[in-house]
């Protein structure tokens, strides 16, 4: 089955301590993403990467980082999570089309909070 | 500024009632405009891709058009388990094929 895997689907961790939220893709797909889910602030992009080693900043990348050594994999790092970073994340995969971006294959879903 | 608005915001409807969502973009060089549905606590799913002004999709119960301007998911008489919340985005393509989503519209059936 063609899906996005991520890992795990809920934390609860304390500030500070480093995290790192696994995605996984069996698609072949070039493109994958990050994103954010805030009530009342929509679905927002964390990072992104268009290829393997090619990686780049979305519209709220403060607090994470990110690494595209493999195709399939894409995890999202925070390495010192504060409260203001919980929040219900979500890892995305495309094929990478520049006429038209395909569709967009999300994840289920990380729920974190920051204590 | 890239922007898409979506309305309204929550829709309750009983269950045969039809109804419309609309969804209403600005963007530089539209390259087509996507719908997806997101039950609570779950991944958005994907629906329909439109590309040009005219363009319509149709998948059960829903119908979705496309315009210059806007974009609308039509709801043929809706049934409980269509209640989600309903999300439009556009990808920006000088932005590394970056999505920007609407707020969304969450849809309530009653049966």
């Known amino acids: 089955e063609a899906q996005v895997t991520q890992n795990p689907r809920y934390l609860i961790t304390v500030t500070g301590k480093k995290l790192t939220v696994t995605c996984s893709q069996n698609m072949n797909h070039e493109y994958m993403s990050w994103y954010r889910q805030d009530p009342g602030l929509g679905l927002r992009q964390i990072y992104y990467s268009m290829n393997v080693e090619v990686t780049d900043k979305g519209d709220v990348p403060e607090g994470y980082k990110v690494s595209r050594k493999e195709k399939r994999n894409f995890p999202l790092i925070l390495e010192s999570p504060s409260p203001n970073q919980t929040s219900l994340y979500f890892c995305?995969?495309?094929?990478?089309?520049?006429?038209?971006?395909?569709?967009?294959?999300f994840g289920s879903g990380t729920r974190l909070t920051v204590v | 500024e890239d922007q898409v608005t979506q309305s309204p915001e929550a829709l309750r409807l009983q269950e045969g009632e039809s109804s419309s969502l609309n969804c209403s973009y600005t963007v530089s060089g539209l390259r087509g405009l996507f719908w997806y549905r997101q039950d609570p606590g779950k991944g958005p799913e994907f629906l329909f891709t439109?590309?040009?002004a005219g363009e319509e999709k149709e998948k059960e119960r829903l119908k979705a058009t496309l315009t210059k301007k806007e974009s609308f998911l039509h709801i043929t008489a809706p049934k409980p388990e269509d209640s989600a919340t309903y999300l439009c985005a556009v990808p920006i393509y000088n932005q590394g094929g970056k999505l920007i989503f609407g707020q969304g519209t969450e849809l309530s059936v009653k049966p």
């Open positions: 995305a995969s495309s094929r990478y089309d520049r006429g038209t971006g395909g569709g967009y294959t």
């Open positions: 439109l590309y040009s």
